[in-house]
């Protein structure tokens, strides 16, 4: 029994440590509960687990990248449509190094070159990759953590 107490010990200290680490990146702006407005989205949040984001959900998003993001990732990201900056969360299906999803050599370009990616909507007239081109990394703007239902 003497044992276990300091391993118990060490336990309730690392779980204070995280409560107090994740409420500090809320009042920091460094954690956000955004709720989504009336679209689905699918991919892998970054506990790994696959996540369908719908209406009405919250997602927790981080501020800032800390890991480059991988393929199947939702991300936070800034795009540009006429002339305005619109945040929304992407899916990324291209990292670099990857293949451009669908393309056959155009403008000799096949393959994601370093420091951007390719994002997709969760729709085909979403705006994405398809109509803007290549997504540069400054654009990304932070990562879904968790989808809470």
């Given at each position: ?77 800034d795009l540009v449509k006429s002339g305005q900056n619109v945040t929304t969360i992407r899916r990324v299906a291209a ?55």
């Amino acid at each position: 029994m003497r044992r276990l107490r300091p391993f118990v010990l060490l336990v309730i200290g690392v779980i204070a440590a995280v409560v107090i680490l994740t409420a500090l990146a809320f009042v920091t702006g460094h954690l956000r509960l955004v709720s989504m407005g009336s679209k689905t989205m699918e991919g892998e949040s970054a506990s790994g687990k696959r996540d369908s984001i719908e209406a009405g959900d919250l997602v927790l998003v981080t501020k800032g990248i800390f890991a480059p993001p991988r393929r199947g990732a939702l991300v936070v990201v800034d795009l540009v449509k006429s002339g305005q900056n619109v945040t929304t969360i992407r899916r990324v299906a291209a990292a670099p190094g990857d293949r451009i999803p669908g393309s056959s050599e155009s403008n000799g370009v096949t393959t994601i070159p370093p420091g951007y990616y390719y994002v997709l909507a969760y729709s085909t007239n979403g705006l994405d990759s398809r109509q803007l081109g290549l997504v540069c990394a400054a654009q990304i703007k932070g990562r879904v953590l968790f989808v809470i239902k």
